[in-house]
């Protein structure tokens, strides 16, 4: 097959995906990610990224974080995850979070529930009354912290969607999932034996992620 054929063909699939993943339940999406994502699947390869089209120009300008969802066992597992990926986020570069506050209170007001992923129509009003260009949201899957006696054993998988708050379309979607002790016995980093220290590294290597396939910081003014 030629290249230009080839071309055609994975920007068809990306637009069918792209149509079709702005109303798909989790459990679609984490099928797309696993599977459709070009040689990489739900390998060792991590984080994996999924585009459904192009990032919006200066979609990082102003950036609101929904509430996580959390399918997950761990004891306030969704807000661990999301103090840490706000954090990260904002000491990577010139990103500008909207607080969470203010995104919290939209939810109250729209009778909203903050474990359920919005709607396309809710996030467009989210993103006109708070001025936003670019959502975050995000499902917590699994986050387990414990020992077998010896060592502690941490384990976090999440899904986080990227959406232009103009529209409420996802533009990107991304899967991570990691062990601690992976981090010493396959990357040889040192152990990561907390879960508060593999969310902050797979945070970090999420927000890496996004910046090399071209989410950049807002230009300084």
Known sequence: MKNSDMRRMHHTQNRILFSAAIRLPLAALLLILCCVAPLTGCS?????LQKFSSPPEQAACKIAILPFTDQGRYP??????????????????????????????????????????????????IGGRLGATLFI??????????????????????????????????????????????YHQVLHFGRINTIT???RQMADEIIDLWRENGLKPCPAK
């Open 44 to 48: 060792r390869k991590m984080p994996v």
């Open 137 to 182: 949201g995000g499902d917590i899957l699994a986050m387990k912290e414990d020992s077998d006696g010896t060592r502690k054993k941490t384990q976090l998988t999440v899904v986080l969607r990227l959406y232009d708050a103009r529209t409420g379309k996802m533009f990107w979607a991304t899967y991570h999932r990691r062990r601690g002790q992976e």
């Open 76 to 125: 306030e597992g969704s807000e661990i995850f999301y103090k840490i990926f706000v954090t990260e986020l904002i000491s990577s570069g010139h990103f500008t979070v909207i607080p969470e506050g203010n995104v919290r209170d939209l939810y109250k007001q729209l009778k909203m529930y903050p474990n359920r992923q919005p709607r396309q129509d809710q996030l467009e009003i």
């Open 197 to 199: 220290t593999l969310a």
